[in-house]
């Protein structure tokens, strides 16, 4: 098993920035190494939604209304995935889960960190 812990949540006015980071607790080469990595966010009253991924060899994806204002990135040394989040918007504003899938098809979620855009 693999626990995984989200920090770098909080509040930030429109316009503002933030780092996301997600922690796994164990080094198992199928999941660090070989996993895929996803942010996922789900705001009040709607659906989860896939925000980011990140490759095994490093190739990344994003939503639409995310795109150019966010930056995924994993060191599989350290065991980690961040999110790097600019020019934020009130609609930004969600719950925000790390997602990790190993080569296996076994996933693992973080607990969630709140992002809130507020002025």
């Known amino acids: 098993q693999v626990q995984l812990v989200e920090s770098g949540g909080g509040l930030v006015q429109p316009g503002g920035s933030l780092r996301l980071s997600c922690a796994a607790s164990r080094s198992i080469f199928s999941v660090i190494a070989m996993g895929w990595y996803r942010w996922y966010r789900q705001a009040p009253g709607k659906q989860r939604e896939l925000v980011a991924s990140?490759?095994?060899?490093?190739?990344?994806w994003y939503a639409d209304s995310v795109k150019g204002r966010c930056t995924i990135s994993r060191d599989n040394t350290k065991k980690t995935v961040s999110l790097q989040m600019t020019s934020l918007k009130p609609e930004d504003t969600a719950v925000y889960y790390c997602?990790?899938?190993?080569?296996?098809?076994?996933?693992?979620w973080g607990q969630g960190t709140q992002v809130t855009v507020s002025s």
């Open positions: 990140i490759t095994p060899g490093g190739s990344t």
């Open positions: 997602n990790i899938v190993g080569s296996g098809g076994d996933a693992y």
